[in-house]
């Protein structure tokens, strides 16, 4: 009963913390009018979220076919222009004409998409700086005030380092690839050797970057956690045998709070981590539909296309890949480290 009564006031004065007014726009349409109180009820809150994803699959998945069709049909034109094409100057130009109309067509997506996850980068930036001092004052409350203020300075240090890092290189560096792979395909592979080694850089800054992330977040858990369990046993133990008469009440009472505290926090957090999946949701469904969308139109290009048109399709393709991939480590940083806190030692 004293957990109820203490868990309904904190929830009154607290629960605005983690308040729809600080759910970014993007998440929105997914999250509609959920709120962090609703999770008690997961059975409907899953319900509704799945429902609101499937029905958002629709958009990105055509438009990304879209795309696809607009770059293979570039691909069939140019392979026509170099089949009409009277002497090697005219199948040069054809192959020129080719790249560039690739290019173009692929343009519109590959920058929305770039678009939208520099937003994202952004809305994970906002967020997090509103619900990680949230979930991490109730983790403290909880029983785990060591590691929660460590965690939630690893944490915020290690977010903001994953966040510019994909915002000042890898987010340039697509288009770059994008850009290089165009000139390498326009003079006969040129500048393969650059763009093989500008990919292999991308793809070791997002493997770097995630795990150096986890090893630190890991770390920071590894060595605070031994603390929190040994300061909360002393105080529950100093409160019994030192306060005269009222010690073991008080006791008593701190540990309702504590598990009422607990209970905010995981309540909390399991609103964050769905604020977080749907921020990206969007943006990584659309990429990822983009980047399969391209594999497969470099895959039937092939059938009639040059290899210098059809390794330019794949490579746009790679390029969307990236920025998957580097949509999914932002959002998994964040989702790392809201659910460290809610497995911290109460």
Known sequence: MKRIIVLIILCFFLAPCASAEEIPDAAKPIIGDIEAGDVLDPESVLRSIGQRMLDGLTEPIARAMKNASAVLICAVLASLGDTV???????????????LGITAAAGSGVGGIIGSLAELCADIRAYSSALLPTVASAAAASGAPASASAN?????????????????????????????????????????????????????????????????????????????????????????????????????????????????????????????LALAYTPLVTAAANYLGYKL???????????????????????????????????????ICVAGFMGTVT
């Open 85 to 99: 094409s009277l002497g090697r100057s005219g199948a040069g130009a054809a192959k020129i004409a080719g790249v």
């Open 152 to 276: 939630l300075a690893a944490a915020t240090l290690c977010i903001n380092v994953v966040l510019a890092a994909a915002e000042r290189f890898i987010i340039p560096l697509i288009s770059v690839l994008v850009a290089v792979a165009t000139a390498s395909a326009a003079f006969d592979g040129a500048l393969r050797g650059v763009f093989e080694m500008l990919s292999r850089t991308a793809r070791w800054l997002i493997i770097g970057l995630s795990t150096a992330f986890t090893a630190a977040i890991g770390f920071t858990k590894i060595v605070s956690g031994a603390a929190d369990e040994a300061a909360v046993k002393a105080a529950r133990t100093a409160l019994s045998t030192l306060v005269p008469v009222v010690g073991r009440t008080i006791s008593d009472a701190s540990e309702a709070v504590a598990g009422s505290f607990a209970v905010l926090k995981n309540t909390t957090g399991v609103f964050g981590i769905l604020v977080i």
């Open 297 to 335: 139109a470099s895959s039937l290009a092939q059938i009639v296309a040059g290899p210098e048109i059809t390794r330019l399709i794949s490579d746009i393709g790679t390029a969307i890949g990236y920025a998957a991939a580097t949509a999914a480590v932002s959002a998994l940083a964040l989702f």
